[in-house]
């Protein structure tokens, strides 16, 4: 990593904010313990099918029935306001939560600042049936800092493309297996039906993880970077500019309708719906689609992520949980999270929901199963594929001070990333033209200087 210290920052949500699904007021209690397997343990979660659906009625069913001396309980956030949430109760040190999930972005930059637990050596290194050595190499190395594991991953994604096998046979289309976004383009003019089915599916809600993370993949593979080696903001520069311009329009010519709504959830409806020729988003989505919307998956084709001058493009991204330094009852805290991330949790999603229902790409042993490959024969093998092909350490054309596919690795992005998303959000609904979106993020990201950015 090489951002400075994560800054002081009260952001908008509060700690406790009010939350659909969210099952507790965040608090928890019981003394300091790595050893202790009694106590609350409150675990801060995002809102989607995987952990809503599965996680939650499981811990009830199943993990505080084989401990019972250990209360889980949920506060379940959307994904804006679990980064809220989250942020402000680690850098103020609130221990509100003894379990709060993060990823690759957030992992790195905490652990550097102490506000983690090392898993590595004050949890895995006791505990050998975890298998660390298990976990998907990417993976688990977007989560370490200094070598160390910092957070376990729940689930594993990269990025790529949904398409429905039936509308393109009955419109005469080919799907290639490795498409360009040019061709994405010239797909969904002739597959787009407005007000019917839209020819593809994009986010558009304003956030760093949401309408940037697909914007930052078609940025990259079309030239583009956040910052040159100097630190200095290249928003405007043709490539950025170029990028934007086309996922606006594609969303704004043959997108769904109010796109700037849009994120992960709403789309996997949608496409669920039967509303979308195609959807680019996270491999995960495959899981959901395959247990939610059987009929769909019968008609769903799969893709790499769409490219443009680049071989690959698809993000990297994890789910994952960490263990706050300081949190009450560590010991207690230790076991959901590697019960809740283990081998024998994927076998027990299997016995209550089928093999296609478990989480993907957290671990090898996973993509080794008879059962699994069975199951989820048509999107394991290109899920695992898209996962490998990511290189969040060069993830642009040209070189860069900074590491991430899809967000970069320094503080400021979490203010940033937002800023800039609610400006592309306002070109997706027309308020604002994409030049002037564009000029506005400009002069966010012009605000920090140089030697902010680099943490010199």
Same mark, same amino acid.
């Given at each position: ?229 100097q630190w200095q903001p290249q928003l405007t520069s043709p490539a950025f500019e170029k990028a934007t311009n086309f996922y606006v ?35 995960? @989505?495959?899981?959901?689609?395959? !247990?939610?919307?059987? *009929?769909? +998956?019968? #008609?769903?084709?799969? =893709?790499? &992520? ?48 089928g093999w296609a229902a478990v989480p993907p790409g957290s671990r090898t042993s996973l993509y080794n199963t008879p059962q699994y490959?069975?199951?989820a024969k048509a999107f394991a093998g290109i899920t695992l594929s898209s996962i490998d092909s990511t290189d969040p350490d060069h ?29 592309? @959000?306002?070109?997706?609904?027309? !308020?604002?033209?994409? *030049?002037? +979106?564009? #000029?506005?993020?400009? =002069?966010? &990201? ?11």
């Amino acid at each position: 990593m090489r951002s400075s210290p994560v800054k002081l920052r009260v952001l908008a949500a509060a700690v406790c904010v009010a939350a659909p699904l969210a099952l507790t007021a965040c608090s928890s209690g019981g003394k300091t313990s790595t050893s202790s397997s009694t106590g609350t343990v409150t675990v801060a979660v995002v809102s989607n099918p995987l952990i809503t659906g599965q996680m939650v009625p499981l811990t009830a069913s199943v993990f505080e029935k084989k401990y019972p001396g250990i209360k889980v309980k949920f506060a379940t956030y959307t994904e804006g306001d679990l980064r809220a949430a989250i942020e402000k109760d680690v850098s103020t040190h609130s221990n509100a939560f003894n379990v709060i999930m993060i990823g690759p972005y957030e992992t790195p930059l905490f652990a550097k600042n102490g506000w983690l637990d090392n898993l590595s050596t004050q949890f895995i290194a006791k505990d050998p049936s975890y298998d660390a050595g298990d976990l998907l190499p990417p993976i688990a190395k977007a989560l370490s800092y200094q070598s160390g594991l910092y957070a376990v991953p729940f689930y594993g994604e990269s990025s790529m493309l949904y398409y429905r096998k039936d509308l393109f046979t009955k419109a005469g289309l080919t799907m290639p297996a490795h498409p360009t976004w040019t061709q994405v383009q010239s797909l969904a003019a002739k597959l787009n039906q407005p007000g019917k089915v839209a020819g593809v599916c994009l986010r558009g809600l304003a956030g760093w993880g949401d309408n940037m993370a697909s914007l930052d993949t078609v940025v990259n593979t079309f030239g583009g970077e956040w910052f040159n080696q100097q630190w200095q903001p290249q928003l405007t520069s043709p490539a950025f500019e170029k990028a934007t311009n086309f996922y606006v329009n594609l969303i704004r010519k043959y997108g769904e309708s109010g796109a700037s709504n849009d994120s992960f959830n709403q789309l996997l409806t949608l496409y669920g719906q039967g509303k979308c020729a195609m959807w680019y988003d996270a491999t995960v @989505a495959a899981t959901s689609i395959a !247990t939610t919307y059987p *009929s769909i +998956a019968a #008609k769903t084709g799969y =893709a790499l &992520a769409p490219t443009d001058v680049t071989k690959s493009s698809g993000w990297l991204w994890s789910w994952a949980l960490g263990i706050p330094q300081g949190t009450d009852n560590q010991g207690a805290a230790w076991k959901f999270v590697s019960w809740a991330t283990s081998k024998s949790y994927d076998q027990l999603v299997a016995s209550k929901y089928g093999w296609a229902a478990v989480p993907p790409g957290s671990r090898t042993s996973l993509y080794n199963t008879p059962q699994y490959q069975a199951a989820a024969k048509a999107f394991a093998g290109i899920t695992l594929s898209s996962i490998d092909s990511t290189d969040p350490d060069h993830p642009t054309v040209n070189p860069v001070p900074y590491v991430g596919v899809q967000y970069v690795d320094i503080p400021q992005f979490e203010i940033l990333g937002v800023q800039v998303g609610q400006q592309i @959000a306002g070109a997706i609904a027309g !308020t604002e033209t994409v *030049s002037q +979106a564009l #000029k506005n993020s400009q =002069a966010d &990201a012009a605000a920090y200087t140089p030697a902010e950015l680099s943490g010199s």
